[in-house]
């Protein structure tokens, strides 16, 4: 049995009550760690995993490094909320046993609920007993992955029950897979369904579909969906596009969905599911910039929202000198557009963080401030030329800059080196800053989430270049969700 830790400093962030006469200071006075976004108390953090709707409250969890602020050591950390906006930091929930099926990392996975009761089911590594039992090998590790079942022993989801034996030891018999990892999972009927992200060698990524009538036994079907080789060399598949990662796969409108990551980016597909074959008709990216390893639950309403893992882009040493590394993004409404493409937007429950109010048109948007880069910004506006910029600067300096104009395949937004294709005639930009962080939605269907380390020198202005007309801004100032930027109070 996997006890989780106790509810004190250290077990929220071991090693935290010991510095925290250093650590705190250092992490509550960083201009870009975010105030309102999900990350934990310090260290790094990457994919979300089995957020789940329980008995009044979001429960979040996510891979966490409890150690230092790169990746490594896996654990599920978890944190819970009323709203799915304002984070509790709970205990690590769980955490690598030794010399069991996870005892290299406790990887990602889903959380469902079974006859009512919290279980997980996630990807466990540890070495390989021979080299044919190796189902990663990216060019850095080698490990044998199984798929593993944890059930909740309490009601606040702090303690689970591990199974001592993985519910799936090994991939399918005659294939060889190229990865083996990130289970989700679903109810059809009598029977449970799983999918796990894979990719079969020389055939490209698939995702293998798998029933059970418990959890506990699973029997193989046949793949849900299977790519094609991507002919790129590389040694890690997932970056070729040869394996594909973080499968999830649900209802939406009168379509299913399927999103995959590979390649750095998560990509979505719709279409149609039917004698547990899917068969994709649109497809798409959901999120051009810095964001990975998304993951959807249903909230209290049955809204489907999307989380994702927004990355750093700066180097191992900054991350070390932070004492932090990753954000969990905003919560996301997915729906389906009158073409059955998928859509996106931040979910309502974020405008509870909404502050101080400026609504300002054409050369009044100059005057407008951002206070300590927390704020909502909704601009609109049409262009009368090709080319646009909008300018976020401080005394001259600037701190990002969005540029749109015309490319081979039409016209196109830029942020830095990321790039996005943008249509329609207007342009609505939703932008949501926080720190090093900024996503933007534009155009009502396109996502861009930038990472910037610019530190600006004092309150940001805007400045809108090009030809425009008709532009109106609202801009709210945010309100932090914590008073020193760890979430939840940690440091007194």
């Known amino acids: ?56 409250r979001y429960h979040m969890f996510h891979q966490y490094n409890p150690q230092a602020a790169l990746w490594g050591n896996m654990n599920w950390a978890h944190a ?11 205990p690590i929930a769980l955490v690598p046993t030794p010399d069991g099926p996870d005892q290299d990392g406790v990887f990602s996975g889903s959380a469902v609920l079974d006859n009512g009761k919290p279980t997980m089911i996630y990807t466990g590594v540890q070495p390989p007993r021979t080299p044919t039992e190796a189902t990663l090998n990216d060019g850095v590790h080698t490990w044998r992955e199984t798929q593993c079942l944890a059930v909740a022993a309490d009601d606040d989801l702090r303690i689970w029950k591990k199974l001592p034996q993985p519910v799936i030891a090994t991939p399918p018999a005659g294939l060889v897979v190229t990865g083996f990892r990130d289970p989700c999972l679903w109810r059809e009927g009598a029977r449970w369904m799983l999918i796990v992200g894979s990719g079969i060698r020389g055939k490209g990524g698939t995702i293998l579909l798998y029933t059970s009538p418990d959890l506990r036994q699973w029997t193989y079907l046949h793949p849900l969906l299977e790519g094609s080789p991507s002919g ?52 798409g990216v959901v999120d051009w910039g810095s964001y990975y390893a998304a993951k959807t639950m249903l909230d209290r309403t049955a809204n489907r929202i999307l989380w994702g893992w927004l990355p750093e882009a700066r180097s ?62 909704d601009l609109n506006f049409q262009p009368k030329s090709e080319k646009f910029t909008l300018r976020l600067h401080s005394n001259s300096q600037d701190f990002a800059v969005i540029t749109c104009s015309n490319a081979p395949g039409g016209r196109e937004l830029r942020i830095g080196k990321i790039t ?17 962080v900024l996503e933007i939605r534009a155009n009502e269907t396109t996502f861009i989430t930038a990472r910037i380390y610019q530190i600006p ?36």
């Open 232 to 283: 790129r060399a590389g040694n890690n598949p997932v970056d070729t596009g040869d394996m594909w990662e973080c499968p999830d796969f649900f209802p939406l409108g009168n379509k299913h969905v399927l999103l995959i990551s590979t390649m750095g980016k998560v990509r979505w597909k719709v279409g149609t599911y039917a004698d547990q074959r899917f068969t994709p008709e649109k497809e």
């Open 420 to 436: 996005a294709p943008l249509s329609g005639a207007r342009v609505h930009l939703q932008m949501f800053l926080d720190g090093s």
């Open 80 to 90: 819970t909320s009323d709203d799915m906006i304002h984070w509790q930091h709970e």
């Open 1 to 56: 049995m996997q006890l989780s830790t106790a509810t004190a400093l250290s077990s929220l962030c071991p090693g935290l009550a010991d510095q925290n006469s250093q650590l705190c200071p250092k992490l509550s006075s960083d201009p870009l760690r975010p105030q309102y976004h999900l990350l934990p108390a310090h260290n790094w953090m990457n994919d979300p995993n089995g957020p789940i709707f329980y008995r009044g």
């Open 316 to 377: 191992d040493a900054d991350l070390i000198a932070a004492g932090w590394a990753g954000v969990m993004s905003l919560p996301r409404v997915l729906s389906l557009t009158p073409q059955n493409e998928l859509q996106t937007e931040v979910a309502p429950a974020a405008r509870i963080l909404r502050g101080s109010h400026s609504r300002a048109q054409h050369q009044e948007i100059e005057r407008v401030r951002i206070h300590d880069l927390a704020a909502e910004l």
């Open 457 to 492: 020198t004092g309150p940001l202005g805007l400045k809108l270049e090009g030809s425009v007309e008709d532009a109106v801004l609202d801009a709210w100032q945010m309100t932090p969700i914590s008073p020193n930027r760890l979430t939840a109070p940690l440091c007194s």
